[in-house]
């Protein structure tokens, strides 16, 4: 599969075979792996208010996609005071796999109350009707970050509150920038001076970047060129932009002059391992990252720097977010709507920040989250210049083909990717 285009017949009857499953009863964060769990009755608890638990009565069943632990004990608390102070009973299961989870619910009729929906399933659980479209009812409905609004957009209704956020920035290590002869002044901001860095760093068996060459990484350059898959408004594909070719070859030169190579090609699983490990000296990767280095790597002296931009002085980043959605059958609209807006209210996003390292969704908490935790600045400043997933009702496969395609990059023709995620995107908005 990989340098090739995936044959359409196999995209279409994968993406009808989805919406045929979804669609029988009529109804991720892929930055977020899921965790195993039992379920957990929250329908007393402790703890202070933190929203407004107005509807009462009813029971939800809420299923999330947790990184671990600290996320699942934290919705834990978080649904129990909601539960104590609205009346409303809250069982709490953590799912092994979501989408599969959520696709046999939606396909037996008995699918949870609330759960997490990623962007790439977003669109195509909206399209089948398996989602109540509620977000315009909240009342922070306008303080969420526009583009995290756009992510859960479907034909002009906002459906459901994005839970938190996540963008990339520049990870680098502060030693081996300064054994580079290295100062603040050099941290790059430009393409050209990115390159130049990156050059500097690289002492074998050290690289000056590592980065994994997967759309969810290779798509901020994409938007640092000025361009990206799909125009903003979603019905344009572009993918084949000249502009995004040229993007990808220049992650190309990257890795041709020596300076960029794959986590696996350093024996990581992952770019942060390989940048915790002190195998290279520099990543682009989420806030995730930052708790993996305080918890496996905590020695290693690091900062963290806004992304370049690219060669028209385009800056560009991505977000990662999951929104709480509530099924469009639910004996409890208004209570799963309450709870919705409890989980997004502006103490407890910051409790979850201090819980399991995420950023607040919304705006009002930017300030406070800032005091709290002011090395993040540039994850929280890059929202303003960020992207989401392609809302397209079946992208799922497309985008799963445009990261086998990836794989191959150090070797494959940018050209060649790109036209077919073109075609394969243009199948999908066609249906």
Same mark, same amino acid.
């Given at each position: 599969?990989?340098?090739?285009?995936?044959?359409? =017949? &196999?995209?279409?009857? $994968?993406?009808?075979?989805? #919406?045929?499953?979804?669609? %029988?009863? @009529?109804? *991720?964060?892929?930055?977020?792996?899921?965790?195993?769990?039992?379920?957990?009755?929250?329908?007393?608890?402790?703890?202070?208010?933190?929203?407004?638990?107005?509807?009462?009565?009813?029971?939800?069943?809420?299923?999330?996609?947790?990184?671990?632990?600290?996320?699942?004990?934290?919705?834990?608390?978080?649904?129990?005071?909601?539960?104590?102070?609205?009346? =409303? &009973?809250?069982?709490? $299961?953590?799912?092994?796999? #979501?989408?599969?989870?959520? %696709?046999? @619910?939606? *396909?037996?009729?008995?699918?949870?109350?609330?759960?997490?929906?990623?962007?790439?399933?977003?669109?195509?659980?909206?399209?089948?009707?398996?989602?109540?479209?509620?977000?315009?009812?909240?009342?922070?409905?306008?303080?969420?970050?526009?583009?995290?609004?756009?992510?859960?957009?479907?034909?002009?209704?906002?459906?459901?509150?994005?839970?938190?956020?996540? =963008?990339?920035?520049?990870?680098?290590?502060?030693?081996?920038?300064?054994?580079?002869?290295?100062?603040?002044?050099?941290?790059?901001?430009?393409?050209?001076?990115?390159?130049?860095?990156?050059?500097?760093?690289?002492?074998?068996?050290?690289?000056?970047?590592?980065?994994?060459?997967?759309?969810?990484?290779?798509?901020?350059?994409?938007?640092?060129?000025?361009?990206?898959?799909?125009?903003?408004?979603?019905?344009?594909?572009?993918?084949?932009?000249?502009?995004?070719?040229?993007?990808?070859?220049?992650?190309?030169?990257?890795?041709?002059?020596?300076?960029?190579?794959?986590?696996?090609?350093?024996?990581?699983?992952?770019?942060?391992?390989?940048?915790?490990?002190?195998?290279?000296?520099?990543?682009?990767?989420?806030?995730?990252?930052?708790?993996?280095?305080?918890?496996?790597?905590?020695?290693?002296?690091?900062?963290?720097?806004?992304?370049?931009?690219?060669?028209?002085?385009?800056?560009?980043?991505?977000?990662?977010?999951?929104?709480?959605?509530?099924?469009?059958?639910?004996?409890?609209?208004?209570?799963?709507?309450?709870?919705?807006?409890?989980?997004?209210?502006?103490?407890?996003?910051?409790?979850?920040?201090?819980?399991?390292?995420?950023?607040?969704?919304?705006?009002?908490?930017?300030?406070?989250?800032?005091?709290?935790?002011?090395?993040?600045?540039?994850?929280?400043?890059?929202?303003?210049?960020?992207?989401?997933?392609?809302?397209?009702?079946?992208?799922?496969?497309?985008?799963?083909?445009?990261?086998?395609?990836?794989?191959?990059?150090?070797?494959?023709?940018?050209?060649?990717?790109?036209?077919?995620?073109?075609?394969?995107?243009?199948?999908?908005?066609?249906?």
């Amino acid at each position: 599969m990989h340098g090739t285009r995936l044959r359409r =017949t &196999a995209i279409a009857l $994968t993406g009808l075979a989805t #919406l045929l499953i979804v669609a %029988a009863c @009529g109804g *991720a964060d892929s930055s977020t792996p899921a965790a195993g769990g039992g379920a957990t009755s929250a329908a007393e608890g402790s703890g202070d208010s933190t929203g407004s638990a107005s509807a009462g009565g009813g029971e939800l069943a809420v299923l999330i996609g947790s990184s671990g632990p600290p996320e699942t004990a934290a919705v834990e608390a978080a649904s129990a005071a909601f539960a104590k102070e609205s009346g =409303t &009973a809250v069982t709490v $299961t953590a799912a092994q796999d #979501l989408p599969q989870q959520l %696709a046999q @619910g939606f *396909a037996s009729g008995q699918s949870p109350d609330v759960f997490y929906v990623s962007g790439d399933n977003f669109a195509t659980y909206a399209k089948a009707g398996n989602l109540l479209a509620y977000g315009d009812q909240l009342s922070n409905a306008d303080d969420f970050y526009p583009a995290l609004k756009a992510q859960f957009t479907y034909e002009d209704q906002f459906y459901c509150a994005p839970k938190d956020m996540s =963008t990339l920035a520049l990870f680098i290590n502060t030693d081996m920038w300064t054994a580079a002869g290295l100062t603040d002044a050099d941290i790059p901001k430009n393409w050209d001076e990115f390159s130049a860095v990156a050059q500097k760093l690289t002492k074998p068996p050290v690289v000056g970047l590592t980065v994994a060459p997967t759309r969810d990484r290779m798509n901020v350059f994409l938007l640092q060129n000025g361009s990206f898959l799909v125009s903003e408004d979603g019905k344009t594909v572009t993918a084949n932009d000249p502009k995004n070719v040229e993007a990808l070859k220049y992650v190309q030169s990257l890795y041709k002059d020596g300076s960029l190579k794959f986590p696996a090609e350093l024996g990581a699983g992952w770019a942060g391992e390989a940048f915790g490990k002190q195998l290279a000296a520099m990543t682009i990767e989420g806030p995730w990252l930052l708790g993996a280095m305080a918890k496996d790597y905590p020695t290693v002296k690091f900062t963290v720097a806004p992304l370049p931009a690219g060669p028209n002085g385009d800056q560009g980043t991505l977000a990662f977010t999951n929104c709480w959605g509530v099924s469009a059958t639910t004996k409890y609209p208004e209570q799963a709507k309450a709870y919705a807006e409890y989980m997004t209210a502006k103490e407890q996003q910051l409790e979850f920040a201090k819980a399991f390292g995420v950023i607040p969704s919304i705006e009002s908490a930017k300030a406070d989250y800032l005091a709290e935790f002011p090395d993040n600045q540039a994850f929280v400043d890059g929202i303003a210049n960020a992207r989401g997933v392609v809302g397209i009702a079946g992208i799922a496969d497309v985008l799963a083909d445009f990261d086998a395609q990836l794989d191959g990059l150090a070797k494959a023709d940018p050209q060649a990717i790109l036209d077919s995620v073109q075609q394969n995107l243009t199948d999908a908005i066609g249906g």
